[in-house]
């Protein structure tokens, strides 16, 4: 692990360029070894293996809510080099989610939103493969069934007829799913999509944020009277504390969420989140896995939670009115990235991750100390917010 004492002003930092390369090189590697199959959802001893099989399918095969990171790494690979190789197998890898939504392959979670904003959508947006949009179109309507009146929220996870224990929660994550709804509404010109993405946001924007500007990991609603009940954590450190992946969530997921409708108090919670968040990294920009945890603590850090907290600043940069503010979002923003090129890479770690020391689920310890897809994701996603600042993103 870096350094407790590091601090920024006294690293040497990589080149943006040089960052960029490090990863492209990453992901070249892993075009050769995996090509169509995806990834685990973390590294195993710090490298990337297959997808484990199920009973039903073969190892690399397309389940689990990360796999969309993994084309859309190709996408970005694709914008920054300009290379067509990686456009090509980015828009191969179109068929298997095709697949996955036609023959309904685990799909009952809310991260219908991450898989196909990120295979589909932008092999719609930049090649206009109508396939791809049909795909993204019915990934958004089984979306739909999971939006619960009259509470107003998606449900995040569990199968909807057969799950009570699942029953009206939603996650924090749920605020980066709502891009593919607000797509659906301009696609087809149907105004439910978008309505049923503001109500959820509103919700989790009411319930999820605590009175100190922390965050619930996840939030229960009754699903008969609509009332919001409690708070609660899955992945983070406990109920009352604040899981930094979950923080940086509500940084990234309230800015989207605010350039897609100008609700003003989508953007008034991302500026809460991002205080909270800032106030509480330690020296060397990359938060801890949660942010009970301050500086000199052994416990790991999460350099996906920096990762997404990263494009979130940037996002934001770009939406707060006051220059002020948004010069020290940006400012912190490429503090980060700088810190995760320097220090959290995993090339020089022989490993096949481009981040390294990211924890997945520290309390079923399930990737604690590892690379993880979706950090690698945000990672190259930040970088290409730095490198090409007219590109239009994803989300």
Same mark, same amino acid.
Do not use: M
């Given at each position: 692990m870096p350094e407790r004492e590091s601090r920024a002003d006294t690293v040497v930092v990589s080149s943006p360029e040089g960052a960029v390369a490090a990863a492209l090189r990453i992901v070249d590697a892993n075009v050769a070894q995996f090509g169509l199959r995806y990834p685990g959802d973390t590294t195993v001893d710090q490298r990337y293996v297959d997808r484990p099989a199920t009973a039903q399918l073969a190892a690399g095969s397309n389940y689990g809510w990360t796999t969309s990171f993994w084309p859309g790494m190709l996408w970005l690979a694709h914008e920054l080099s300009g290379e067509d190789r990686y456009r090509e197998l980015a828009e191969a890898h179109v068929a298997s989610f095709v697949e996955r939504v036609e023959e309904e392959i685990d799909l009952h979670t809310h991260? $219908?939103? @991450? $898989?196909?904003?990120?295979?589909?959508?932008p092999a719609w947006r930049l090649t206009g493969d109508p396939i791809a949009r049909g795909a993204a179109l019915e990934a958004a309507d089984h979306l739909m069934r999971r939006f619960l009146e009259p509470a107003g929220i998606i449900q995040a996870w569990g199968d909807l007829a057969n799950n009570p224990e699942q029953r009206g929660r939603t996650i924090i994550d749920s605020l980066m799913n709502m891009p593919l709804l607000y797509w659906a509404s301009e696609q087809t010109g149907e105004s439910r999509y978008r309505d049923a993405a503001v109500r959820h946001v509103s919700a989790l924007r009411d319930s999820i944020i605590r009175e100190d500007d922390t965050t619930f990991h996840t939030f229960h609603w009754d699903v008969t009277t609509g009332e919001p009940l409690y +708070?609660?954590?899955?992945?983070? !450190? %406990?109920?009352?504390?604040? =899981?930094?992946?979950?923080?940086? =969530?509500? #940084?990234? +997921? @309230? &800015?989207?969420?605010?350039?897609?409708?100008?609700?003003?108090? @989508? $953007? &008034? /919670? /991302?500026?809460?989140? %991002?205080?909270y968040f800032l106030d509480h990294l330690p020296a060397d920009h990359v938060a801890y896995w949660d942010l009970v945890f301050g500086e000199g603590s052994d416990e790991p850090r999460d350099s996906s939670a920096a990762a997404i907290a990263a494009n979130g600043l940037l996002e934001l940069a770009a939406l707060v009115p006051d220059a002020e503010r948004a010069a020290r979002y940006d400012a912190a923003a490429r503090a980060i990235v700088d810190s995760l090129a320097a220090h959290y890479g995993g090339e020089a770690a022989g490993?096949?991750?481009? $981040?390294?020391? +990211? #924890?997945?689920? =520290?309390?079923? *310890?399930?990737?604690?100390?590892? +690379? *993880?897809? =979706?950090?690698? !994701?945000y990672y190259l996603e930040a970088l290409a917010r730095l490198q090409l600042p007219d590109r239009v993103t994803f989300w």
């Open positions: 991260d $219908l939103g @991450f $898989l196909y904003t990120l295979s589909c959508i +708070g609660s954590t899955q992945q983070g !450190y %406990a109920d009352h504390s604040c =899981w930094s992946r979950g923080q940086a =969530w509500g #940084v990234y +997921g @309230f &800015a989207i969420n605010y350039r897609h409708t100008g609700d003003e108090t @989508f $953007l &008034a /919670a /991302a500026i809460r989140c %991002a205080e490993s096949n991750a481009l $981040l390294l020391h +990211g #924890v997945y689920d =520290w309390p079923k *310890t399930i990737g604690v100390d590892e +690379g *993880t897809l =979706w950090g690698d !994701y």
